[in-house]
């Protein structure tokens, strides 16, 4: 009798849990497929990303750690920085467990370092250019899992370039079309040659890109460059550059354990290449296969991009693209960039991988951890014109017992109903934005025709910890008439 109670409980709960996914009440995550190729050791940045990467290692299931060339780096890769830092990581692994679960071993990661020829671009890709890591790379594509491949590409694409010429050479067509589906890819910016190449050849290939080249000033224009460069590597202001100085990396990141002994301190800037995975981590904000929402790793949108001075050659197709937000900086102005788009998050990515690399060394009663942010309704809601929208965050709660505040804003450039900006810049007034229960009416005037789409409102619940940390849950509301 007793086994049959236990196993109509847990068919019990089962049962609400699907009952809750189909009312969207809760969002299943899955964790992404990732494959990371990176021309570490080319300037500083890319083992500081790394760094940070195997902080979230928990989030990905990663299938490759590739070192490769790029434009800065054209005739040497470096596994063996890979490695190092792998194995530091193995030294804090266990500890990282304690705080949350699901940390890939170092054994594991191990296996998974591979490398590209140590040739720049289209010199590498062709018959006889196959390579440790694009053999890899075709394996992961051939792995029968249903989830998409993320390759996350911080140096030039080549062997990405070789994995997908090897699959058009020796297979048919339909094999080609399903490969290239399953592949999801986002280069920060384009390193080496291989890049207008791919977009070129593979018109159906999801592809998130800056386009161009540094030599004619793309990086200054490109939306990664959001992640911390203000002053000259972005050339924009608005965001808290405190955040992203040596000085504060020094005390939040380089002082603690292992780990961060392995993070150099940057000469450009910070971690150019992190937002190629950022909206990868399962903090309830980002929808990886909806770039145009946005999350920490930015936002974009899908088009041609007219031609620029740093492209190395005219764009073919549309792609993913840099976006533009308008967000109101810490110097009290209104700013509308693409570089905005990542740098809005700042404080909150930057908290939180000070809160990971205290996990590195602290005991979980020692350290923060993020809140739980819940909704008291469904996540996709329907309304029309002067309708008035009750949302709630209740249920969320903290795991440390911290206080929780809350914020609710309308993300306008997330969705598509076509509200212009108010005198404040916000199109939509929240009523109560900051307390757990909140109100908005549909907006009915300055409303472009005609008058229906999307709207995103997020809420972002935030802790009383140290640091202060936030989680997410998104709101779209679908205004039709």
């Known amino acids: 009798m007793k086994s049959c109670n236990t196993n109509f409980r847990q068919f019990a709960v089962v049962a609400v849990v699907l009952l809750l996914l189909m009312n969207g009440r809760l969002s299943a995550h899955e964790k992404p497929r990732v494959f990371v190729l990176t021309d570490i050791e080319n300037e500083p940045d890319d083992a500081m990303s790394l760094v940070r990467f195997l902080t979230y290692a928990n989030h990905f299931d990663i299938e490759g750690l590739a070192?490769?060339?790029?434009?800065?780096?054209q005739n040497r890769v470096a596994p063996e920085r890979i490695r190092r830092i792998v194995t530091a990581y193995g030294k804090v692994r266990d500890n990282l467990e304690k705080h949350e679960a699901g940390f890939p071993t170092e054994a594991f990661l191990s296996e998974r370092i591979t490398e590209g020829l140590p040739v720049y671009g289209m010199n590498g890709v062709g018959e006889g250019k196959d390579s440790p890591a694009s053999e890899r790379l075709i394996q992961a594509i051939d792995q029968p899992d249903?989830?998409?491949?993320?390759?996350?590409v911080w140096g030039g694409p080549s062997v990405l370039a070789q994995a997908l010429w090897k699959i058009r050479a020796t297979r048919s067509a339909d094999e080609l079309q399903k490969a290239v589906a399953k592949l999801r890819v986002y280069t920060i910016s384009d390193q080496d040659n291989s890049g207008p190449w791919l977009r070129r050849e593979f018109?159906?290939?999801?592809?998130?890109?800056?386009?161009?080249?540094?030599?004619?000033?793309?990086?200054?224009?490109?939306?990664?460059?959001?992640?911390?460069?203000d002053y000259f590597h972005g050339r924009f202001v608005g965001a808290d550059f405190q955040l992203v100085t040596n000085e504060w990396l020094d005390r939040n990141v380089r002082s603690k354990g292992p780990l961060g002994k392995e993070y150099p301190l940057w000469e450009y800037l910070m971690e150019g290449d992190t937002p190629s995975f950022m909206n990868l981590v399962n903090n309830g904000l980002s929808e990886p296969n909806h770039p145009e929402w946005g999350g920490w790793g930015g936002r974009y949108e899908h088009y041609l991009p007219r031609p620029q001075k740093w492209h190395l050659q005219p764009e073919t197709r549309a792609f993913w693209s840099d976006a533009d937000d308008e967000v109101f900086g810490v110097d009290g102005h209104w700013h509308t960039d693409n570089h905005a788009t990542i740098w809005r998050w700042r404080e909150a990515y930057q908290n939180d991988f000070a809160a990971r690399m205290d996990w590195t060394i602290k005991s979980y009663k020692d350290a923060n951890h993020p809140p739980v942010a819940k909704l008291g309704h469904a996540?996709?809601?329907?309304?029309?014109?002067?309708?008035?929208?009750?949302?709630?965050?209740?249920?969320?709660?903290?795991?440390?017992?911290?206080?929780?505040?809350?914020?609710?804003?309308?993300?306008?450039?997330a969705g598509t109903f076509p509200a212009s900006n108010g005198r404040d810049g916000q199109p939509v007034p929240i009523v109560g934005f900051d307390q757990?229960?909140?109100?908005?009416?549909?907006?009915?005037?300055?409303?472009?025709?005609?008058?229906t789409g999307t709207m995103h409102i997020i809420l972002a619940v935030t802790d009383h910890g140290s640091p202060r940390l936030t989680r997410y849950q998104r709101v779209i509301v679908d205004v039709s008439r």
């Open 379 to 413: 996540n996709q809601l329907s309304a029309k014109p002067g309708d008035r929208i009750e949302l709630s965050a209740a249920g969320s709660t903290d795991p440390d017992g911290d206080s929780l505040s809350y914020t609710w804003f309308y993300y306008n450039e």
């Open 203 to 229: 018109p159906e290939l999801f592809y998130i890109c800056s386009p161009g080249f540094n030599d004619g000033g793309a990086y200054h224009h490109a939306t990664w460059s959001g992640i911390s460069g």
């Open 436 to 451: 757990a229960q909140a109100s908005f009416v549909v907006p009915t005037r300055r409303v472009m025709p005609p008058g």
């Open 67 to 73: 070192a490769t060339t790029s434009i800065h780096q």
């Open 146 to 152: 249903e989830r998409p491949l993320w390759v996350t």
